[in-house]
């Protein structure tokens, strides 16, 4: 709870905090919280702080996931994005997949999409909760997945993702790579800021 609460503080606020925290019981606090947001924290710190803390992370995903986030701007999709995210291989078949998602979900508080991966982890759509609870549990993702999607490439300008998810209504947006591969996902709240922004420009 302390975690989410001062993950959701203002800046200003979220910085007289910490100052009473050292880097190690903030690195405690970061691997309760999503990816993205513990980025925004450790972007509020000084350089030093930020390197210590990552260095007294203990679970080594969230540590790479924290530190290939820290290499995007934060204007741009990759800068936006959590890595936490539910995915499936089109190769599995929905017995497996229901497995591989009971797994996965320790590690996401909302899920918004279930997204289909080749082997080369390169995105190929989605599965709706609906066909994944319905269909045989012998079947394929490969014969009951949704081809069309829309995504965005880590590069894509945060203004556009807000176009993006305004236009078709969406929670929840994936981000791939330059070779395709399914690298994290935006939710509303990510870029909620971004809209409003946009909204009192208009």
């Known amino acids: 709870k302390k975690?989410?609460?001062?993950?959701?503080?203002?800046?200003?606020?979220?910085?007289?905090?910490l100052k009473?925290?050292?880097?190690?019981?903030?690195a405690?606090?970061?691997?309760y919280i999503d990816s993205d947001d513990a980025v925004d924290i450790i972007n509020e710190l000084s350089i030093k702080t930020g390197e210590e803390i990552i260095a007294f992370?203990?679970?080594p995903v969230t540590a790479d996931h924290?530190?290939?986030l820290l290499h995007y701007d934060e204007d741009c999709a990759g800068g936006l994005m959590a890595k936490e995210l539910i995915k499936a291989n089109l190769n599995w078949t929905i017995d497996r997949c229901i497995e591989e998602i009971r797994a996965q979900s320790k590690n996401v508080d909302?899920?918004?999409s279930i997204y289909v991966v080749d082997d080369e982890d390169?995105?190929?759509?989605?599965?709706?909760?609906?066909?994944?609870?319905?269909?045989?549990?012998?079947?394929?993702?490969n014969d009951v997945y949704i081809r069309k999607l829309n995504y965005v490439n880590v590069d894509t300008e945060d203004v556009e993702v807000a176009?993006?998810?305004?236009?078709?209504?969406l929670e929840a947006i994936p981000v791939v790579d330059e070779l395709g591969r399914l690298v994290g996902r935006i939710t509303i709240d990510d870029i909620i800021d971004v809209i409003k922004d946009e909204a009192d420009q208009d």
């Open 3 to 17: 975690a989410h609460v001062i993950s959701e503080l203002d800046t200003d606020i979220r910085l007289k905090i």
């Open 28 to 31: 405690d606090l970061v691997e």
């Open 122 to 141: 390169r995105l190929k759509g989605r599965l709706s909760l609906k066909d994944l609870l319905t269909t045989s549990t012998r079947t394929n993702i």
């Open 66 to 68: 924290i530190i290939d």
């Open 110 to 112: 909302k899920i918004f």
């Open 57 to 59: 992370i203990k679970n």
């Open 20 to 26: 009473y925290y050292s880097p190690e019981n903030i």
């Open 163 to 169: 176009r993006i998810m305004q236009k078709y209504d």
